[in-house]
């Protein structure tokens, strides 16, 4: 079997209406069935996921990155990829 893929799971608990961690319980059955390993990073302010991938993620590190929240949560996980001075 090939190895997993790693998935840096972002999750605003008070997202989605206050549904986004049920709906991560429901994504992370079917994900570990799909063969993916979940590091899960709940967010604990605004601005947090900035932080996260623009500080702490290494190049490499993950497969892929998934956001469970509202949109807001997308739009701070890309500007602070984009925000790295290893972007390129």
Do not use: C, W
């Amino acid at each position: 079997m090939p190895a997993k893929k790693k998935i840096l799971a972002l999750l605003n608990p008070f997202g989605g209406m206050g549904l986004a961690p049920r709906k991560y319980n429901v994504a992370k059955e079917i994900l570990d069935v799909a063969h993916i390993e979940i590091t899960l990073k709940e967010t604990e302010r605004a601005g947090h996921a900035f932080d996260i991938l623009k500080n702490e993620v290494q190049p490499g590190q993950f497969d892929g990155i998934m956001t469970i929240s509202g949109d807001g949560l997308i739009h701070e996980s890309i500007n602070g990829a984009m925000s790295r001075p290893d972007k390129e």
